[in-house]
């Protein structure tokens, strides 16, 4: 399903961010495999309905890998035997990585790894349940102090096909600098493939690459207002403003196909993103911040950002 000899370059799952949309987009662009958002899996149990519509998977997705999150045994099981009827999924990926208290407070993302043991039962059932081809699992370098190769091997030993790292303890959050040769003491003491993840960008993916000596690389907040990053890091050359411009159109309108009208105000935060550095940015913020139209708002994207 995901040939690591060939280096493969991830989108890796982000809440709010890494729709349907945004990961079919960067499938046209160069990433190799997509994760969909975090899915609760207490929301995909107890309030299927609602959760389902995230589950969804782009044309282009293959591989695709539904991230899930929790703590309870029993629930995650119930999660993975509704997620085996769904034939175009093919993997799981189960959160150990996410830092925000909400959470924390349930036990969850990156409190899982303060108990291994844990962990490692949770990470059996999902592989034992699961009638997909991938099991992963995504972590932090530890809780409040780093032990990557101790969490590399727990995860090794419970029989997931790869792990992906974060170089940050969740003490950390987003702050400070991702550890690399954290990431590479975790690689050298493990037999299956390590995604490493963390600050990665167009400028030090190949020496990240180098420094780990990962099987592949997991590009998160880097992609944000910048979904071609996954074509720069592979040709090593910048895209031109006409192919920026595509991209961005282009992305408006997989929003506009998904979500209809409310599509307009989801795109909001990515054309904040997309209009940094340009001349009269902060106007063209205020303007889309008011407009409910889509083709209102398609015609001042496209003015804003055909402008010379």
Known sequence: MIDFSKKPLFLAP??????????????????DVTVSEMISSNALVYESSKTLKMLEKAELEKPYIVQLAGSDESIIQKAVEILNHFDFIDGIDFNCGCPVNKVIKQCAGSALLQ???????????????????????????????????IIAKACENAGVDFISMHGRT?????????????????KENIK????????????????????????????????????????????????????????????????????????????????HEYSKGYEDASNFRDQINRINDIELMRKYIHDFFNKE
Do not use: C
Not at 172 to 185: K, P, R
Not at 229 to 252: L, W
């Open 14 to 31: 982000m809440a709010g961010f890494s729709d349907l949309p945004l990961r079919n987009l960067v499938k046209q662009f160069g990433a």
């Open 115 to 149: 108990d291994l043991d844990k962990l490692k039962k949770i990470l059996e059932t999902i592989k034992t349940t699961s009638n997909k081809k991938l099991t992963s699992v995504k972590v932090r370098l530890g809780f409040d102090k780093k032990n990557p190769v």
């Open 170 to 186: 969740r003490k950390q959050m987003y702050s400070g600098n991702a550890d690399y040769e954290a990431i590479a003491l975790a």
């Open 192 to 271: 299956i493939p390590l995604v490493a993840n963390g600050d990665i960008n167009e400028e030090n993916a190949k020496k990240v690459f180098e420094i780990t000596k990962s099987d592949a690389l997991m590009i998160g907040r880097a992609s944000i207002g910048k979904p071609w990053i996954f074509y720069e890091i592979k040709h090593g050359k910048k895209i031109d403003k006409t192919m920026k411009n595509k991209i961005i159109f282009t992305h408006f309108e997989e929003m506009v196909k998904h979500y209809k009208e409310q599509g307009i105000s989801i795109f909001r935060k990515h054309l």
